[in-house]
């Protein structure tokens, strides 16, 4: 079975930074794609940014050029580093994981509820919170 165990939420001031980590076991499949998903309150679900396992990267609009995903040689831990943070950036994020085909399908998607893609996923987090203010 998949774990997805974040760490590195907190508190930011606008125009900071933070790094948020995502720490995988369990995978079985092959073309895994890992990434982050996101939502304020009262706002959708949003896949922020994705990173394949060959290193292509994915970002939603909003967050390119301050944002940025890396994972370590063992492809095991996924870090996305937010710079230059906004107030819009404040939200509970969730790493979560697929196949690399479907996590593509879902770039640019917005849901209701996380809850609504997190059961379409092989792979969710806890949640990790993010407040910029």
């Known amino acids: 079975q998949v774990q997805l165990v974040e760490s590195g939420g907190g508190s930011v001031q606008a125009g900071g930074s933070l790094t948020l980590s995502c720490g995988a076991s369990?995978?079985?499949?092959?073309?895994?794609?890992m990434g982050w998903f996101r939502q304020a309150p009262g706002k959708q679900c949003e896949l922020v940014s994705t990173?394949?396992?060959?290193?292509?990267?994915y970002y939603r609009d909003s967050v390119k050029g301050r944002f940025t995903i890396s994972q370590d040689n063992a492809k095991t831990t996924v870090s996305l580093q937010m710079n230059s943070q906004k107030s819009e950036d404040t939200a509970v994020y969730h790493c979560?994981?697929?196949?690399?085909?479907?996590?593509?399908?879902?770039?640019?998607?917005?849901?209701?509820?996380?809850?609504?893609?997190?059961?379409?996923?092989?792979?969710w987090g806890q949640g990790t919170q993010v407040t910029v203010s």
């Open positions: 990173i394949s396992r060959n290193g292509t990267t």
């Open positions: 979560a994981a697929d196949h690399a085909d479907f996590m593509i399908l879902l770039a640019s998607g917005t849901w209701s509820e996380c809850e609504t893609i997190r059961r379409s996923l092989g792979a």
């Open positions: 369990g995978f079985t499949w092959t073309n895994v794609c």
